[in-house]
């Protein structure tokens, strides 16, 4: 079991606005990810991280941008929001130094809807 | 390039019945691993199982079953005797070592398993 967290777990936001998701995780892995989930269930990469200072685009390019000053946290922030942005967005995270072998572990995930 | 194709969108069978969900896989890496998750009405993806490229046993877990081919490049995952509580989206994905780029999951587009009372 993977203690992942990712709050809000629900946002509905008018277009425009700023909004930053949060995903924390209390097992020290090295490695997070970012996966955008569509309405018809498709999930794509969109960011991950390597480690502290460590962050990188994924497969699906995204306008979102993460940020990873501490081992435990990878937030992801919309400067703009705009209704092409309405997903949800889940977290993932597992050990690095074991290369593809170790298990993605995933957060309950964020529901945003950009009205 | 690596790529999971589940072509079943949707399946619904009635409770007690067994079910087998389809996954195959294309990567030209020989060194891989193969994932099944449950995304039940909540959101939240659970990990049901992790096979390597090296290991073609199949696996039994209770009422889950996986049989592992890569003769076929398969993964299939069959719930025997299936349960209400079982009705998710069931997503297969793959993990490859292709020596650069993202190393997140390619997953399928997932089968929405219906189980009805």
């Known amino acids: 079991e993977a203690d992942i967290y990712q709050t809000p777990r629900y946002l509905v936001i008018g277009t425009g606005k700023k909004i930053t998701l949060e995903c924390s995780q209390t097992?020290?892995?090295?490695?997070m990810y970012w996966y955008q989930q569509d309405p018809g269930m498709e999930l794509h990469l969109i960011h991950y991280?390597?480690?502290?200072?460590?962050?990188e685009k994924g497969d699906l390019s995204s306008e979102s941008t993460v940020s990873r000053i501490r081992t435990e946290h990878f937030p992801l922030t919309l400067e703009s929001a705009r209704p092409s942005h309405t997903s949800q967005y889940l977290c993932?995270?597992?050990?690095?130094?074991?290369?593809?072998?170790?298990?993605?572990?995933f957060g309950p995930g964020t529901r945003l809807t950009v009205l | 390039a690596q790529k999971v194709t589940q072509a079943q969108t949707e399946i619904s069978v009635v409770e007690k019945e067994d079910v087998t969900l389809d996954c195959v896989y294309e990567t030209r890496d020989t060194t891989y691993y193969l994932f099944w998750y449950k995304q039940p009405p909540s959101g939240e993806l659970v990990f049901l199982i992790r096979r390597n490229s090296f290991d073609e046993q199949n696996e039994i877990s209770g009422r889950y079953s996986w049989n592992f081919q890569k003769s076929t490049s398969s993964f299939n995952f069959t719930i025997t005797a299936s349960q209400v509580v079982d009705s998710a989206v069931y997503f297969c994905a793959l993990s490859a070592d292709s020596g650069g780029g993202a190393d997140g999951l390619t997953f399928g587009k997932g089968t929405h398993l219906i189980i009805q009372p």
């Open positions: 991280s390597y480690g502290v200072n460590s962050t």
């Open positions: 993932a995270s597992r050990w690095g130094l074991a290369g593809i072998t170790d298990t993605q572990y």
């Open positions: 097992m020290g892995h090295d490695k």
